[in-house]
């Protein structure tokens, strides 16, 4: 790639964060209760527990498309007041262009950045290292699910964010889709050392792809433990030490649901 990659940037911080919304009906919803994180540049960490627990919420916050009521977040020492391309976010749903091409949903974040003309050949770049050759001049509609979240990672991607963010974008795939895009994740990562935080209910998928997990609690959303993976790369589903990770924490996760969790720093 023709990217520099500096692996001294990227550090997200979260200082005692909390975030209350209004609902349909008037009532006051506490998403988060005083977060406090720190995520190292170039880590993988995924964020784990009940729905509801505030997980989206704190990507929401991290990428700029939400503001807290107390606390601040910082990506290398500087507050996040708004969006960026700096922090790139990949959906759930892939939310590409209907009307672009696979191409033309890459190129768009290089032509909003008005970088197009001087970037535009790091485009086929991207094209082959998400394995999307041969469908650049196709529309949405016309791939599957798993090449769509593919384009939707070169999109984030080639505008050299020190952080992405990750929110379920393998959840509505198939099995055998969501483990090799868990591996095309793992490549890019490796590849480009970029920081990044995956939201998933998926503990395999947490397993398989993290150097930390948190897991929160339900809502007011905190964090009630970190696990380190010190599991070697790459790691194997039926390896004993995957699976006893694997119970530990849905152990952890069952008794989260049934008590009330004390406050976490990291």
């Given at each position: 790639?023709?990217?520099?990659?500096?692996?001294?940037?990227?550090?997200?911080?979260?200082?005692?964060?909390?975030?209350?919304?209004?609902?349909?009906?008037?009532?006051?919803?506490?998403?988060?209760?005083?977060?406090?994180?720190?995520?190292?540049?170039?880590?993988?960490?995924?964020?784990?527990?009940?729905?509801?627990?505030?997980?989206?919420?704190?990507?929401?916050?991290?990428?700029?498309?939400?503001?807290?009521?107390?606390?601040?977040?910082?990506?290398?020492?500087?507050?996040?007041?708004?969006?960026?391309?700096?922090?790139?976010?990949?959906?759930?749903?892939?939310?590409?262009?209907?009307?672009?091409?696979?191409?033309?949903?890459?190129?768009?974040?290089?032509?909003?950045?008005?970088?197009?003309?001087?970037?535009?050949?790091?485009?086929?770049?991207?094209?082959?290292?998400?394995?999307?050759?041969?469908?650049?001049?196709?529309?949405?509609?016309?791939?599957?699910?798993?090449?769509?979240q593919r384009a939707s990672l070169a999109r984030a991607l080639i505008n050299d964010p020190k952080v992405l963010l990750l929110d379920e974008p393998l959840g509505a795939l198939d099995a055998f889709t969501r483990m090799d895009l868990q591996d095309k994740i793992l490549e890019l990562w490796r590849h480009r050392k970029t920081t990044m935080i995956l939201v998933t209910h998926d503990v395999d998928e947490a397993v398989y792809l993290s150097d930390r997990i948190i897991i929160m609690t339900p809502r007011p959303g905190k964090i009630e433990s970190i696990i380190d993976v010190n599991l070697s790369r790459p790691r194997v589903r039926t390896d004993p030490e995957f699976l006893a990770l694997r119970t530990e924490i849905l152990e952890r996760l069952h008794l989260v649901s049934s008590r009330e969790a004390p406050e976490f720093y990291i």
């Open positions: 790639m023709t990217n520099e990659i500096n692996l001294q940037s990227g550090e997200v911080r979260v200082d005692n964060v909390s975030r209350t919304y209004i609902d349909a009906h008037g009532s006051s919803v506490e998403a988060l209760r005083d977060v406090s994180l720190t995520v190292k540049p170039g880590e993988l960490v995924s964020l784990i527990g009940p729905s509801g627990c505030g997980k989206t919420t704190l990507m929401r916050l991290i990428a700029g498309l939400d503001h807290p009521q107390s606390g601040e977040s910082y990506l290398d020492g500087e507050v996040i007041t708004t969006t960026h391309y700096e922090r790139g976010f990949v959906f759930q749903q892939s939310n590409l262009f209907p009307w672009e091409t696979v191409y033309n949903n890459i190129a768009a974040g290089l032509k909003a950045r008005k970088v197009y003309k001087q970037k535009k050949h790091e485009i086929a770049e991207y094209i082959t290292l998400t394995g999307l050759e041969g469908f650049e001049k196709s529309y949405p509609h016309q791939i599957s699910g798993g090449m769509a």
